[in-house]
């Protein structure tokens, strides 16, 4: 398996797991878990469970998690489809950040952070993370955001697996 292959597989895991599971006709259950089996037989690329295996080892953000019994998996965030991924609440750190591009920052300031077509806004715990995020949609700008604030005036926030803080909307007033 090479490069390509890992890298084309992890293109498509990510497609079918936080966006269009059509694509590999496959119905993911509440927590967003797909049977492995049932996404190889779906999948039209070539896929297999030693392919799927190294997706998820080598996947720099750590996108996909297995279950204990490797007989599922599902992407770890960034879903656009309804999905109650079952953590807990969690206190944040007083300032998290978000990377955008400068083009969508008066917009941002009009009307806060919204999730758009995914199911939360995304925060990062530090500024270069955000910077390298935001890099991904053009120059990159990087908003500070109050979240120690937000959490003490009644916002909900969850952490994911690989370390994204989650929240439904960060109004203007919480964004530096
Ligand atoms: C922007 C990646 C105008 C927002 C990353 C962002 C992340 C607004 C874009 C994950 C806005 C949505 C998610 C408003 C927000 N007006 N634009 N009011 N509020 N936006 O890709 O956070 O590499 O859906 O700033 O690492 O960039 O795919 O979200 O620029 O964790 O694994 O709307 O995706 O992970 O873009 O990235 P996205 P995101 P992966």
């Known amino acids: 398996m090479t490069e390509k292959d890992i890298k084309t597989a992890s293109k498509f895991l990510s497609l079918v797991l936080r966006h269009n599971p059509e694509a590999a006709n496959v119905i993911p259950d509440r927590g967003g878990w797909v049977t492995v089996d049932t996404l190889i037989a779906g999948a039209d690329i070539p896929m297999t469970k030693e392919l ?3 997706v998820v080892a080598t996947s720099d953000k750590q996108r996909f998690a297995l279950s204990e019994d490797g007989q599922r ?14 953590l807990m609440p969690m206190t944040p ?14 917009s941002i300031q009009a009307k ?3 999730p758009g077509s995914r199911q939360h806004v995304h ?5 270069n ?8 949609h053009g120059k990159p700008h990087v908003f500070h955001v109050s979240s120690g604030q937000m959490h003490r005036d ?4 969850i952490c994911s697996d690989n370390g994204v803080w989650l ?3 960060v109004p203007v007033g919480y964004l530096k």
């Open 52 to 54: 799927i295996a190294e």
């Open 73 to 86: 998996i599902r992407a770890n965030q960034g879903h656009s489809f309804p999905v109650d991924l079952g």
């Open 93 to 106: 750190p007083e300032t998290l950040f978000h990377g955008t591009a400068t083009r969508f920052v008066d």
């Open 112 to 114: 806060g952070l919204i």
């Open 123 to 127: 925060l990062s715990p530090d500024e």
């Open 129 to 136: 993370t955000a910077r390298t995020v935001g890099s991904r």
């Open 154 to 157: 009644g916002f909900t926030f």
């Open 167 to 169: 929240t439904d909307h």
